[in-house]
């Protein structure tokens, strides 16, 4: 990046001064009047804007679909021969897209970076070749998005436990094992955002940030865990809002680092923070989040909502919890200015330890349903998450049409 920037501030300076100005010292030729040199930067604001704004090509071809209709990938799945069955899938259905995990639930690449990335040594050889997997997804016209898991992160938490709260002398981990990092902290968040950076220049036309928050309950620990606040340690807000801020700031900041990239900026978030002025554990705020980023993806799998909506049994109901969702939704999406593309996570597995007469077997009917509950909104995109990727056989995609 300080490479680029060295090439782009030359390229101005020979535009405004000539080849002259790389010449030997002439103290006498020296000396452009302060007038001269308005004149020639009045000139850039002439440029075209291609030359204004730098724009990374990875060299690949994509374009967007008409509607993104998509699964969920992990670096297994990609780097072995189911990736051949998901792509069959895709190319016998109106699926069109991918969201292939990069940096995975425990803080792993899921690749092997080149020798001269700092990040070599969180790297997975799950995906082998993500060169040629890209190559692949370019033949088949199949739209890619690159997961990226960002404060769950139990390799960073361990190699740094300054990044991460403390309990006592130890990383804080939660029930299931995983340990955060802290929001909180500008070297978490470029540390996310170079990775992103990578996923970009390798192709990616979208980062998908995940986890893009405090650990959940976090209001009910945050004061007994240690851990810094960085710069937010002054604001004048109570903690809740400064979770909001970290939360809302470091995504501003990482669509703002992409932009070079012409990459699609997205971010998984929990359904229930629509419902709610905010989160106020996790620091999650719908409305403050999606001002910043061109998708938002709800995660709104029925089998994880409790009796919201005056559903009491919400997945054994998938196309009313979706629609009453989707309703809820798009009266929010409406009233900001530029709302990002919705494009909500739906559930495509069963939900077993809901326990009996609390769940469903999820297949063909129960996907639909929700694919048609959002139609019936308005809302034409969605992913589908199964964490094995094995997906639903038979489904119509498009239901409608």
Do not use: C
């Amino acid at each position: 990046m300080k490479f680029l920037r060295t090439v782009f501030v030359f390229i101005i300076i020979t535009f405004i001064f000539g080849t002259s100005a790389f010449a030997a010292p002439d103290k006498k030729a020296q000396q452009p009047k302060l007038q001269s040199l308005r004149e020639h930067i009045s000139l850039l604001k002439d440029l075209p804007s291609e030359m204004k704004r730098f724009k990374y090509q990875s060299g690949f071809q994509f374009e967007y679909p008409d509607a993104v209709r998509g699964i969920y990938v992990t670096g297994h799945s990609a780097g072995s021969e189911k990736f051949k069955q998901l792509i069959k899938l895709i190319e016998n259905t109106d699926l069109n897209s991918m969201v292939i995990d990069i940096k995975d639930d425990w803080g792993n690449l899921t690749y092997i970076p080149d020798n001269s990335s700092s990040y070599k040594n969180i790297g997975k050889n799950y995906i082998k070749n993500p060169t040629q997997m890209l190559k692949t997804l370019e033949e088949k016209k199949i739209y890619p998005i690159a997961r990226i898991v960002v404060f769950k992160d139990t390799v960073l938490a361990t190699a740094k436990p300054g990044l991460s709260f403390k309990s006592g002398s130890n990383v804080w981990v939660n029930g299931r094992g995983e340990s955060f990092v802290n929001p909180f902290l500008q070297e978490v968040w470029d540390y996310n955002v170079e990775i992103a950076i990578e996923a970009a220049k390798m192709g990616f036309q979208e980062i998908q940030f995940d986890y893009v928050r405090f650990p959940e309950g976090f209001e009910t620990r945050d004061k007994k865990l240690h851990y810094s606040m960085g710069n937010y340690e002054k604001l004048q807000e109570d903690d809740t809002q400064k979770r909001v801020q970290a939360v809302t700031d470091f995504i501003a900041y990482a669509k703002k680092q992409l932009e070079p990239y012409g990459v699609k900026v997205s971010v998984d978030i929990f359904g229930y923070t629509a419902t709610l002025p905010e989160a106020p554990g996790i620091g999650q705020n719908f409305s403050k989040i999606s001002k910043h980023i061109d998708v938002i993806s709800s995660m709104i799998y029925p089998s994880h909502w409790t009796s919201y909506f005056g559903i009491s049994k919400p997945d054994l109901e998938p196309y009313k919890l979706v629609s009453e969702y989707a309703k809820l939704e798009s009266n929010i999406l409406s009233s900001l200015e530029n709302p990002p593309i919705s494009r909500p996570w739906l559930q495509d597995f069963t939900a077993t330890w809901l326990g009996k007469g609390n769940y469903k077997k999820y297949g063909k009917a129960e996907v639909e349903a929700q694919i048609k509950a959002l139609n019936d909104h308005g809302i034409n995109e969605f992913l589908l998450w199964n964490a094995g990727n094995t997906y639903s056989k038979n489904v119509d995609y498009t239901p409608g049409r």
